[in-house]
């Protein structure tokens, strides 16, 4: 079975700023990992996602995810945000191959001006 | 491509009442997704097809619930009986499977409220 942890249920950090989301997953096998994000009263949309190759993958609006086997992460950064990068942010496993997703609790990202 | 539609958006039931949400995902994608997102939380999966064929079922889809892709096209979630529990925001995704992982494209789900 697959799960997935988001160490921070909330992030405040100030506009411009740089951050970082945690995810951490657990699988006993190879694994497929997703961001997506959320805004309010919306349906998911996917920021990125690692399938193989590199481990470090780029996504939309500037974030992008460094995948690290050893540590069983996939933390999401971005280098400065903007106050639209406002929403809540899930973290998201497909371990069986059959894109059937185990979702983390979710982070939610709050940018003060 | 006009996305996966979820229909309708917002829904209010009184307890014991039946409802059914409709979901259309993107044309030509023969795989179809339900998940449903209680609040605070992340998205469980319930059910997925493969065209027209229901291969999984999550152990939360109790028998209260039935899902539907009758032509391989749109999909239909129906809630017998609801219970305040199952308030949420259902979630449907589609995408294209070809052998290989790709990517799930989510509609903007149905919000259910039991009264």
């Known amino acids: 079975a697959q799960s997935v942890t988001q160490l921070d249920s909330q992030v405040p950090v100030f506009e411009e700023a740089p951050v970082e989301l945690r995810c951490n997953y657990s699988s006993s096998v190879s694994v497929y990992l997703f961001w997506y994000v959320q805004y309010p009263n919306q349906g998911l949309q996917l920021l990125l996602k690692y399938l193989s190759g590199s481990t470090l993958v780029k996504g939309i609006n500037g974030f992008e995810a460094e995948f690290n086997k050893s540590q069983t992460s996939f933390h999401l950064r971005k280098p400065s945000v903007h106050i639209s990068d406002t929403a809540e942010y899930f973290c998201a496993v497909d371990g069986g191959g059959a894109q059937k997703l185990v979702f983390g609790q979710g982070t939610r990202l709050t940018i003060n001006p | 491509d006009t996305g996966v539609s979820q229909n309708p958006r917002h829904k209010i039931t009184k307890r014991g009442q039946n409802v059914t949400f409709r979901c259309d995902p993107i044309?030509?994608?023969?795989?179809l997704y339900w998940y449903r997102q209680t609040l605070g939380q992340g998205p469980e999966f319930l059910t997925y097809f493969q065209n027209e064929a229901q291969l999984e079922k999550s152990r939360l889809l109790s028998d209260r619930f039935s899902a539907e892709r009758p032509k391989g096209s749109f999909s239909t979630l129906e809630i017998q009986r609801t219970e305040q529990g199952d308030s949420a925001m259902y979630l449907c995704a589609s995408s294209r499977w070809t052998g290989e992982n790709t990517e799930a494209f989510f509609g903007q789900g149905t919000r259910l409220t039991v009264v």
């Open positions: 044309s030509e994608h023969n795989r």
